[in-house]
């Protein structure tokens, strides 16, 4: 099992940053991918953005240039800083684990944006 605990979420008006922190704890392997998808409502779960544990990051093009994701493996926690945020970029966040067939979900953090 793994658990995954998220913070950082808030309300934050346009143009304002914040950053989520997602830290794993459990069984976990040395080679994982963690994540953030992001859901509003009546909308599918979306990705954000994604890093391997060796580092690769991806992210969905709307976000690419303000937010930045990062992880610190030795905490098993991945951070993820947005900046110049947009009412577009309000949602409930979640933060993903997966390795080898497994997959997690953290409990979702709220983001707003609004003035």
């Known amino acids: 099992q793994v658990q995954l605990v998220e913070s950082g979420g808030g309300l934050v008006r346009p143009g304002e940053s914040l950053r989520l922190s997602c830290a794993a704890s459990g069984s976990i392997s040395r080679a994982y991918i963690m994540g953030w998808y992001r859901q509003t409502p009546g909308r599918p779960r979306d990705m954000v953005a994604t890093i391997t544990s060796g580092g690769t990051t991806n992210y969905r093009d709307s976000v690419k240039g303000r937010f930045t994701l990062s992880r610190d493996n030795a905490k098993s926690t991945v951070y993820l800083q947005m900046n110049s945020l947009q009412p577009e970029d309000t949602a409930v966040y979640y933060c993903?684990?997966?390795?080898?067939?497994?997959?997690?979900w953290g409990q979702g953090t709220q983001v707003t944006v609004s003035s």
């Open positions: 993903r684990f997966s390795d080898f067939g497994r997959e997690y």
